[in-house]
């Protein structure tokens, strides 16, 4: 299978690239706890990622395990999202057993202010999360309607940034003007997605109230020896992040290309398209039994109907999939 479903950097690293970093895991001293602070790797990740000095930081296994603190924290309240949207943050608001409200998005996929501002005034939720680029739909929202709602919240405001290295935009910046806003970042789509790391950065006062939900031990010590070692060094991850965003630009195109298609701008390293002719289940079954696995969003339904996701591959990878659809679509 050429698996273009789940948004995974397709390059991996030279041989002395991982040689730095087996290195430093070998010498991991596994019969020890980790480090509950994993300082070393956050002095890397504040170097890397460039947050105000005043910003504190938390590091989960995952965001995922970040969202999951989150929904802890907001106890018996409201989280709120966009629709369509990361499916995380419903999920794991239900397991917290928090109730979870969707915001519809609007119809080019950007967040329709009126009606979120009326379901923040409705709801009074406790936390809202803005993907930003959108997953699945690829796209950054306005940062005109997210400045509203970062004013009409009554509860924090987190926004996920796990597609920065092909956005390479962001709310870092402003952090320290909004007490309640947060930022959450991911090694994942960098190309570490197995080393699950998810940092969060924010007010130092609430960052040590989610702290305490945060269990102790909860980043390994070979995920801290390994991500220490690669950030120190990030230049081959920066370069494949540059040729991602190059050949999304080239996929776009030859996607626009298709009269049959729909194509959504990306910032992201996917792209979310609809299938304007025919059934987009069916299209992913064909490519399928040509060994190209993207994903299905049509079976979400509602807006997502007949659309379909790709992540952006190798030039390779990208031909074959473009190939395949080529003669599915003919
Ligand atoms: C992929 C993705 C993440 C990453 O989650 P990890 O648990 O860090 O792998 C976070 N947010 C969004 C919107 C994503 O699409």
Same mark, same amino acid.
Request: aromatic share 8%.
């Given at each position: 299978m050429i698996k273009l479903d789940a948004m995974e950097n397709? =390059?991996?690293?030279?041989?002395?690239?991982?040689?730095?970093?087996?290195?430093?895991?070998?010498?991991?001293?596994?019969?020890? =706890?980790?480090?509950?602070?994993?300082?070393?790797?956050?002095?890397v990740l504040r170097?890397?990622?460039?947050?105000?000095?005043?910003?504190?930081?938390?590091?989960?296994?995952?965001?995922?395990e970040i969202i999951q603190m989150l929904a802890l924290a907001a106890k018996e309240r409201i989280i709120m999202a966009f629709e369509p949207g990361f499916a995380m943050y419903r999920m794991i608001a239900?397991?917290?057993?928090?109730? =979870?409200?969707?915001?519809?998005?609007?119809?080019?996929?950007?967040?329709?202010a009126t009606g979120t501002l009326e379901?923040?005034?409705?709801?009074?939720?406790?936390?809202?999360?803005?993907?930003?680029?959108?997953?699945?739909?690829?796209?950054?929202?306005?940062?005109?309607?997210?400045?509203?709602?970062?004013?009409a919240a009554p509860g924090l405001v987190v926004i996920d940034e796990a597609y920065h290295p092909f956005a390479q935009d962001t709310y870092?910046?402003?952090?320290?003007?909004?007490?309640?806003?947060?930022?959450?970042?991911?090694?994942?789509?960098?190309?570490?997605?197995?080393?699950?790391?998810?940092?969060?950065?924010?007010?130092?006062?609430?960052?040590?109230?989610i702290d305490k939900l945060r269990l102790p031990y909860n980043i390994n010590v070979l995920t801290q020896q390994a991500a220490t070692a690669i950030l120190q060094q990030p230049q081959a991850l920066a370069r494949q992040a540059d040729e991602i965003r190059q050949q999304r630009e080239n996929?776009?195109?030859?996607?626009?290309?298709?009269?049959?298609?729909?194509? =959504?701008p990306s910032q992201a390293n996917f792209i979310l398209f609809?299938?304007?002719?025919?059934?987009?289940t069916a299209?992913?079954?064909?490519?399928?039994?040509?060994?190209?696995?993207?994903?299905?969003?049509?079976?979400?339904?509602?807006?997502l109907h007949n659309c379909l996701r790709v992540t952006v591959g190798t030039p390779q990878q990208n031909r074959a999939f473009l190939t395949a659809l080529r003669s599915v679509l003919a």
């Open positions: 397709p =390059y991996t690293l030279s041989e002395s690239e991982r040689r730095h970093w087996t290195d430093k895991v070998a010498s991991a001293e596994i019969n020890r =706890y980790p480090d509950p602070q994993a300082r070393e790797l956050k002095t170097a890397l990622m460039q947050p105000p000095a005043q910003a504190a930081m938390l590091l989960g296994n995952g965001s995922d239900e397991f917290a057993g928090m109730k =979870y409200v969707g915001v519809p998005l609007n119809d080019d996929f950007d967040i329709d379901a923040i005034e409705q709801h009074q939720p406790a936390l809202i999360f803005i993907a930003w680029p959108n997953n699945p739909t690829a796209n950054c929202f306005s940062r005109e309607a997210i400045a509203q709602i970062i004013a870092l910046d402003v952090l320290v003007r909004h007490e309640k806003l947060m930022v959450m970042r991911t090694v994942s789509k960098m190309g570490l997605a197995g080393l699950r790391l998810g940092v969060l950065f924010g007010d130092p006062l609430l960052i040590g109230e996929l776009m195109n030859e996607l626009a290309g298709f009269d049959s298609l729909q194509v =959504y609809r299938v304007l002719q025919g059934d987009a299209v992913f079954g064909a490519l399928r039994q040509q060994r190209v696995l993207i994903k299905n969003m049509s079976t979400a339904g509602g807006m």
